[in-house]
């Protein structure tokens, strides 16, 4: 019987046992906690290793690894990987990048993001921290309006933000949306032709787009004066989409009324620290910001089937099945 194929997994992804398992099965597994513990030693054995958000794969590690044939991450961006490099190799990258119709199954991002505007609006954290302490009052809780009378505005109406925008409507929620490269899908939802007009006309303003050059600080100290003093903004994208000081000092100054992110710029760095960010700083004495430690894909069977997509992905490949991006 053949030698089964290498492959380098890290402890820090915190895979499902199943897809352990699985990996145990049909590859010879190498774990070592995070990228930090690499060595020219090991990474020259591995056929495969997996690429966790925050470690670059770059073309330095890739000549370090003499043997690699793919590289995989169950991720829906590859910002962290060299697919240039990738490719110039010919290793196969094994994400979920290009997995469209497998995504469309995957819905808890947009879930959360539903979740934190109602929790936001309807002070949920802040409420229960009253009845908690001995409180039982409603009047200090009021929200601003019922959701069938509030807007939301959606930037970016890619697969989260559709899914947002169906959950907006079934609420009664009038939506609207700024995406240059995406038409109206239904009648029930306004294509505003620019981002300043849609932040104007919004009582709720949730981010769906990729974290990109073109999107770094996207909404910045201009975009969010644009924003209704009464609406509120939602991120559960990625934390660089939002430039953190100017959404510190709208807060602050109560130019918008709140906002609630999943996300933290920086998050991925390694020895990101929460307990140091100037977000997390304010929120402690402060109750117009939510923050959330980046759970919105946190569901076990969302972990399982992104996991599990991926491993089978390298499987088919190894066994001849299967292609992969290069």
């Not at 194929?5 to 699985?22: F, G, I, K, M, W």
Request: charged share 20%; glycine share 8%.
């Amino acid at each position: 019987m053949p030698d089964k194929p290498r492959v380098l997994y890290y402890d820090l992804l915190s895979y499902q046992p199943e897809n352990l398992a699985l990996l145990e099965k049909e590859f010879e597994v190498i774990a070592l906690p995070t990228p930090a513990e690499d060595s020219d030693e090991i990474l020259s054995q591995v056929d495969a290793c997996f690429a966790p958000l925050g470690y670059l794969f770059d073309a330095k590690k890739m000549v370090r690894c003499s043997h690699l044939r793919a590289i995989i991450s169950n991720t829906t961006g590859v910002p962290h990987i060299d697919m240039e490099a990738a490719a110039s190799r010919g290793i196969r990258v094994f994400s979920l990048k290009d997995e469209q119709a497998f995504l469309d199954t995957i819905t808890p991002t947009a879930e959360h993001a539903f979740g934190l505007m109602l929790a936001l609006l309807r002070r949920t954290p802040w409420s229960y921290g009253a009845v908690l302490d001995g409180s039982w009052n409603r009047f200090d809780f009021g929200a601003p309006a019922m959701l069938s009378r509030l807007s939301l505005g959606i930037v970016g109406l890619g697969r989260l933000g559709k899914k947002l925008a169906s959950y907006g409507r079934a609420f009664g929620m009038q939506v609207c949306y700024f995406d240059p490269n995406v038409e109206a899908p239904s009648p029930e939802y306004l294509r505003v032709d620019n981002l300043k007009d849609l932040l104007a006309q919004s009582d709720v303003v949730s981010i769906h787009v990729p974290a990109n050059d073109s999107t770094h600080h996207l909404i910045d100290r201009e975009s969010l004066g644009h924003m209704k003093k009464s609406a509120v903004l939602i991120n559960t994208a990625r934390g660089e989409i939002v430039d953190e000081s100017a959404l510190l000092n709208a807060l602050k100054s109560n130019a918008i009324a709140g906002a609630a992110t999943d996300v933290l710029d920086g998050e991925y760095d390694p020895g990101f620290q929460a307990s140091a960010h100037p977000l997390v700083d304010y929120a402690r004495s402060h109750s117009n910001l939510l923050i959330t430690p980046h759970i919105g894909g946190s569901t076990v069977d969302a972990w399982r089937d992104t996991q599990r997509r991926v491993v089978d992905m390298a499987v088919e490949y190894f066994s001849g099945k299967g292609g992969g991006e290069t």
